[in-house]
């Protein structure tokens, strides 16, 4: 009798077990995403907010609609500077249409900005609240701004200096370090001009340069090395051959970026991450999303060294692209004028 | 039968432990030797001028040429990218005589930079020099602003 009883128990379980379907992922409530990286060169800040969304797995070409990635209720959003125990100040935020939408994976019609007048000041504590005056619900965030304007050493506009990148020869981005600043990097652009029939053509090729962490104050400098013969190969491979194109170096431009620590903590953690990774470094309770500072500096026409102008032309790795040797731009110079 | 298997056994640990622990006669790291002959030059890059305001000297470039005569056709074979944060650049140089040349600029307006020696606003002025780079050693030499 026993025996029958549990052999009746393992059918039941044996059939209820088959059929019965586990989803490993089920939809969950959306969760707010905030951005906002304070300039202290702008006297107005940004806020863009959005919501998460659900993917099925290996559903690649999913495209969420537009309603899923704003919040669709009323939401406050306000910056509060903290400048000591007793001293506060509050920016209050406008909703704004007027900077549009990148093309790119998401609906391009919208985007949930808001902009906050506010000039920031150095080594300050602010802390920004999102309020959802619908469902009652607070997303806060803090971060400390930069404490001292971003300087940058290198490059250097100075008549008759010049860039020079060749194999073994490389060139160096230094600046100030900065408090509360520890990431850094550095865009270098290489202009150049295609000449094909008499007929100029200005193009440029974007080199974006690899992360540079330094949270050390006490050091002299920080820098970046472009390395001269990744810089030769980036343009090889960039750059293609053609007989009847003949091309002239212009010269670099550099934007060199410095972001808060919040904003290196963010970037460290994301490129640390191990597959299958639940942490999520976040600036905000209640939301995912980062906010910290950035600002920027543009160092504009550095021109090319005799020598590195000479290696375009005439070194192995572009030597069939076209470039004409120092000689040869300065006849063209002298023809022009 | 029972010895040749033994015996092949034997050479097997062996092959198996030389193969796995491999000491290099430098130490623990494998050490590369460059044959190519070769010294470095470490030149320091400084200059005192009287009467420049700070951030209104700069440096322009810092040259070598094989030649004196190369020196002052301006024929050179190496350019640092120099810097008014760093003094001292280096060379890796095949031993010999070398020729160098750097340059400041002084940026000041009105007459600050013709009382400093200086042409005038935007005006250059030059050291040069012979070096020697010895096999094998650091070489180091300072511009002689003059």
Same mark, same amino acid.
Request: glycine fraction near 6%.
């Given at each position: 009798m026993m025996r029958i009883r549990s052999g009746l128990w393992a059918l039941l379980v044996a059939v209820t077990g088959c059929t019965t379907e586990i989803d490993l992922i089920v939809p969950g409530d959306p969760l707010p995403v905030v951005y906002c990286l304070l300039d202290p060169e702008d006297s107005i800040q940004y806020v863009r907010v959005g919501s998460t969304y659900t993917v099925n797995p290996g559903d690649s070409i999913f495209k969420p609609a537009q309603e899923k990635i704003l919040i669709d209720e009323d939401i406050l959003v306000y910056l509060s500077a903290e400048y000591s125990d007793r001293q506060q100040e509050v920016f209050y935020a406008s909703r704004i249409d007027t900077i549009?939408?990148?093309?790119?994976?998401?609906?391009?019609?919208?985007?949930?900005?808001?902009?906050?007048?506010?000039?920031?000041?150095?080594?300050?504590?602010?802390?920004?609240?999102?309020?959802?005056?619908?469902?009652?619900r607070i997303v806060h965030g803090e971060?400390?701004?930069?404490?001292?304007?971003?300087?940058?050493?290198?490059?250097?506009?100075v008549p008759g200096r010049e860039a020079t990148l060749l194999p073994g020869i490389d060139f160096f981005v230094r600046f100030y370090p900065v408090a509360n600043g520890s990431i850094f990097q550095s865009t270098m652009t290489f202009r150049y001009a295609d000449i094909k029939a008499g007929q100029w053509t200005n193009r440029s090729l974007v080199l974006p340069q690899k992360f540079v962490y330094e949270d050390d104050t006490t050091v002299n400098y920080a820098e970046q090395r472009i390395s001269g013969e990744r810089f030769l190969i980036d343009v090889s491979r960039a750059l293609k051959s053609d007989p009847d194109i003949r091309r002239v170096p212009l010269g670099l431009d550099f934007h060199i970026s410095c972001?808060?620590?919040?904003?290196?903590?963010?970037?460290?953690?994301?490129?640390?991450?191990?597959?299958f990774?639940?942490?999520?470094?976040?600036?905000?309770?209640?939301?995912?999303?980062?906010?910290?500072?950035?600002?920027?500096?543009?160092?504009k026409d550095v021109p090319l060294?005799?020598?590195?102008?000479?290696?375009?032309?005439?070194?192995?790795?572009?030597?069939?692209?076209?470039?004409?040797?120092?000689?040869?731009?300065?006849?063209?110079?002298y023809e022009k004028h | 039968m029972k010895s040749i298997s033994i015996r092949l056994l034997f050479i097997l640990m062996i092959g198996a432990i030389l193969s796995c622990d491999k000491i290099w006669p430098g130490g623990d790291e494998p050490v590369i030797i460059d044959t190519k002959p070769g010294g470095i030059l470490d030149m320091a890059f400084v200059y005192r001028v009287q009467g420049i305001p700070p951030g209104r000297l700069k440096k322009v $470039?810092?040259?070598l040429a094989y030649t004196a005569d190369n020196l002052y056709r301006g024929i050179f074979f190496v350019q640092a990218?120099?810097?008014?944060?760093?003094?001292?650049?280096?060379?890796?140089?095949?031993?010999? $005589?070398?020729f160098y040349y750097a340059t400041v600029i002084c940026l000041c307006g009105g007459d600050s930079c013709k009382y400093s020696g200086f042409p005038g606003q935007n005006g250059l002025i030059a050291a040069g020099g012979k070096v020697t780079v010895e096999d094998g050693k650091i070489n180091s030499y300072t511009t002689i602003f003059h």
């Open positions: 549009p939408k990148d093309a790119g994976w998401f609906p391009s019609s919208v985007n949930q900005l808001y902009a906050i007048p506010c000039i920031i000041k150095p080594n300050t504590r602010y802390s920004l609240y999102i309020h959802f005056t619908g469902s009652k971060t400390v701004s930069l404490g001292s304007l971003f300087t940058i050493i290198d490059p250097d506009i972001g808060g620590d919040d904003l290196a903590l963010k970037i460290n953690a994301e490129n640390n991450t191990q597959s990774s639940i942490l999520e470094v976040n600036s905000f309770d209640n939301a995912i999303g980062v906010f910290s500072c950035l600002t920027h500096r543009y160092i060294s005799r020598f590195t102008l000479d290696t375009l032309a005439l070194g192995p790795l572009t030597r069939n692209l076209g470039f004409l040797t120092a000689e040869q731009i300065d006849s063209l110079n | $470039d810092l040259c990218n120099v810097s008014d944060a760093v003094t001292h650049y280096r060379f890796e140089l095949p031993p010999g $005589d070398y």
